[in-house]
């Protein structure tokens, strides 16, 4: 596997495995299909079963990229401290490799939103200090609401996590994070199967005698964007990871990166959740 280096100097590797709704089997299944970097929230509450499943493996932690996140209601200063403990603990670790805040906002009408937030990365900084953070970032966050943080940040965030996959590019999103060195990594990269069908895509796996699934982890790894795509079979597990041995031509990433809007999940930190 393939590392990237974020503006810390640290290494997250390419390519990381989504554990939202995930057990402890499917877990146990993704650490054997070769993944290291598992992407947890307070949230999902997935963060025992990923320690559970590390400690099963018998492998080193440092040998795992363990991400996980604040949630809406964990946001303010001591609110993002006492979370972090909390995942601490769950995690049975004494650091997390990276820390994000899970959406810019505890919701979408929170019109307090800048002081907040501002607030609660000062707590992610002082985190990153005290060495329980390795590296710090974002999640869901749209330029607007990261030139907030930017404008008053010490530490700069140095990843921003989005739902990106084709038919949802958020180009101009991923433009801001590149021109700012924040990396950027996808969640429902397979657009939770809503895109699986798509006969362009379909197309494209013939194409590349490969899967719709590998298209679109391919996508991402050619931007330079992190996949954490979710499986429960350690086939598809072992198929989203191998996307090294083919390359989508210029004209292909052009067409994905201009699909129509398609399998978008409804989310969006700034509305309500719309129903698709
Ligand atoms: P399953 O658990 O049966 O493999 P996303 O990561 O975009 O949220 O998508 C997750 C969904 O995509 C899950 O329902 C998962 O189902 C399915 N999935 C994961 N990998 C593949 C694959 N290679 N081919 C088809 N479906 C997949």
Not at 111 to 129: H, V
Request: net charge neutral; aromatic share 12%.
């Amino acid at each position: 596997m393939i590392n990237y280096k974020l503006a810390n100097g640290l290494y997250i590797p390419a390519i990381g495995f989504g554990t939202y709704k995930s057990d402890t089997e499917s877990l146990s299944m993704a650490i054997k299909a070769g993944y290291r970097y598992f992407d947890t929230a307070s949230v999902y509450k997935t963060e025992e079963n990923v320690a559970w499943a590390i400690k099963d493996s018998g492998i080193l932690r440092d040998e795992f990229y363990i991400a996980t996140k604040a949630w809406k209601d964990e946001m303010g200063y001591k609110e993002v401290k006492q979370a972090c403990e909390r995942s601490l603990k769950k995690l049975e670790t004494d650091y997390i490799d990276l820390y994000m805040i899970h959406w810019p906002k505890p919701s979408h009408d929170y019109t307090d939103w800048k002081r907040l937030g501002t607030e609660t990365w000062k707590a992610m900084e002082d985190l990153y200090k005290e060495g329980k953070v390795r590296a710090v970032g974002l999640s869901n966050f749209l330029p607007h609401h990261i030139d907030n943080i930017l404008q008053s940040c010490e530490i700069k965030p140095m990843i921003n996590q989005l739902e990106i996959h084709p038919g949802y590019s958020q180009e101009y999103a991923c433009g801001y994070c590149e021109r700012n060195n924040i990396l950027l990594a996808a969640w429902s990269p397979l657009g939770r199967q809503r895109v699986l069908n798509h006969p362009l895509l379909e197309s494209m796996a013939i194409k590349y005698n490969v899967t719709v699934a590998q298209i679109c982890i391919r996508f991402c790894v050619q931007r330079k964007i992190i996949p954490l795509p979710k499986s429960s079979s350690k086939e598809r597990m072992m198929n989203n990871t191998d996307v090294f041995s083919f390359e989508l031509e210029k004209e292909d990433m052009y067409i994905l990166m201009t699909l129509p809007q398609y399998g978008w999940s409804g989310e969006h930190p700034d509305f309500e959740r719309v129903k698709i």
